[in-house]
């Protein structure tokens, strides 16, 4: 079965830091552009941060550039989102994506979401006090 599956989220201060890991089942990273968006209640999905599939470039939304991390584990075929200083607008429903090979996207990624064609099921982050 091919599956994205995050983990990692929870409630947390703010002011704090959470690690989300997303794991791929059934298919390989390898190659692959992924990205990271969440979704508040009542607003539109927003992509945070991606990385290309072979030269690795990374693009982060100016809301979390200096806040957010994205990384990638081939070896674990697993990405992560590393968020530190986090603050109560972070408090969302935080998604995993991945985009199959292609010429363009070896280099490139993308924060708009129509670019992945494979989804995970979400993580709920809260940031309260």
């Known amino acids: 079965q091919l599956q994205l599956v995050e983990s990692g989220g929870g409630l947390v201060q703010p002011g704090g830091s959470l690690r989300l890991s997303c794991a791929a089942s059934?298919?390989?990273?390898?190659?692959?552009?992924i990205g990271w968006f969440r979704q508040a209640p009542g607003k539109e999905r927003e992509g945070l941060a991606c990385?290309?599939?072979?030269?690795?470039?990374?693009t982060y939304a100016d809301a979390v550039k200096s806040r957010f991390t994205i990384s990638r584990d081939n070896a674990k075929n697993t990405m992560y989102l590393q968020m530190n200083s986090l603050e109560p607008e972070d408090t969302a429903i935080y998604y995993c994506t991945s985009r199959s090979p292609s010429t363009f996207s070896r280099r490139h990624c993308s924060l708009g979401g129509d670019f992945y064609d494979f989804w995970g099921q979400g993580a709920q982050v809260t940031v309260s006090p």
């Open positions: 059934g298919f390989s990273l390898e190659g692959q552009a």
């Open positions: 990385i290309s599939g072979t030269d690795y470039m990374t």
